[in-house]
């Protein structure tokens, strides 16, 4: 399994020097790569905070005491829950404009987790290569510390 955050700049931003802030300010999509093939799994233009939500979803989910977490995305209209049965991790999606719920995804929670940590580790690595001060931004140390959780959660699962 391989997850990947694509970050959609907003045209006004294009050509400006990178700013995290502005950075944070973009669309996000979240991909599930399988075979070659790309399906969209989570999307939000709060960038930032749908990251955080899903790391702490995945914290929360991973102490066994707690068997779902909903995530709303505030703008689109999509309400996201991640469940946990047994070693199983399955979101739905609920759209509040015709108010259907869609299963997204059915996997294994262990190589959700991996994958999710691999991706936001990398995309900790791109936020450094273009801002030497994010490590100034209490956002950007809230996702550090949320990634090492993640990890540490991940090595004593796998």
Avoid: W
């Amino acid at each position: 399994m391989k997850l990947v955050f694509e970050i959609e700049q907003y045209e006004d931003m294009k050509g400006l020097p990178f700013s995290l802030n502005l950075f944070f300010d973009n669309r996000i999509s979240i991909f599930l790569i399988e075979e070659s093939k790309r399906k969209i799994l989570l999307s939000s233009t709060f960038h930032n905070g749908l990251l955080i939500e899903i790391g702490t979803a995945l914290i929360t989910l991973s102490d066994n005491k707690n068997n779902k977490y909903q995530i709303d995305t505030y703008e689109n209209g999509l309400d996201y829950t991640l469940k946990k049965q047994n070693n199983q991790l399955i979101i739905d999606c609920f759209s509040e404009f015709d108010s259907t719920n869609e299963k997204i995804l059915n996997c294994v929670f262990e190589e959700f987790l991996k994958a999710y940590v691999k991706e936001y580790k990398r995309y900790k690595e791109y936020i450094l290569s273009c801002d030497n001060e994010a490590y100034d931004n209490r956002i950007f140390i809230m996702m550090l510390e949320q990634i090492n959780t993640l990890n540490n959660i991940s090595n004593k699962i796998i």
